[in-house]
């Protein structure tokens, strides 16, 4: 059975409410360290601009694009195939965007046929 544990992880690591929890495949302990990256990410970029409310600007635009994940993930018209293909091609395992990842299967979700299982 899959789970993700994508709620837990928010409520931990981004002070988010339980109420997401994706379907398929995606371990908690993969989020947590996507948010442990994001959190320094966007500590640094608030530091360099020398703005302290951009840090939780850039916090809740991780939170909603990984809400959107977490929601595309229940979708099921979002195969497993589509996700794991738009996983890949949107580089999120080599740089934990978020955006890039629900932007694919947006995409694939309005070209009916496409990674049909």
């Keep these: 059975m899959k789970r993700c544990m994508v709620?837990?992880?928010?409520?931990?690591?981004?002070a988010w409410p339980l109420?997401?929890?994706?379907?398929?495949?995606?371990?908690?302990a993969e989020v947590d360290s996507m948010l442990n990256v994001w959190k320094v990410r966007c500590s640094d970029l608030?530091?360099?601009?020398?703005?302290?409310?951009?840090?939780?600007?850039?916090?809740?635009?991780?939170r909603q694009?990984?809400?959107?994940v977490a929601n595309l993930s229940d979708d099921p018209t979002v195969s497993d195939q589509i996700w794991n293909l738009c996983r890949a091609e949107s580089g999120y395992s080599r740089t934990g965007?978020?955006?890039?990842w629900?932007?694919?299967?947006r995409?694939?979700?309005?070209?009916?046929g496409l990674g049909q299982n």
């Excluded at 109420?19 to 908690?28: C, G, N």
């Excluded at 608030?46 to 991780?62: G, I, M, T, W």
């Excluded at 629900?102 to 299967?105: E, N, R």
């Design 97 to 100: 965007d978020f955006h890039a």
């Design 7 to 14: 709620a837990a992880a928010l409520s931990l690591s981004f």
């Design 102 to 105: 629900a932007s694919c299967m």
């Design 19 to 28: 109420s997401a929890v994706a379907s398929k495949d995606l371990p908690r």
């Design 46 to 62: 608030a530091a360099a601009e020398n703005q302290p409310s951009l840090e939780e600007k850039c916090r809740a635009s991780v």
């Design 65 to 68: 694009d990984l809400v959107e």
């Design 107 to 112: 995409v694939a979700k309005t070209r009916p």
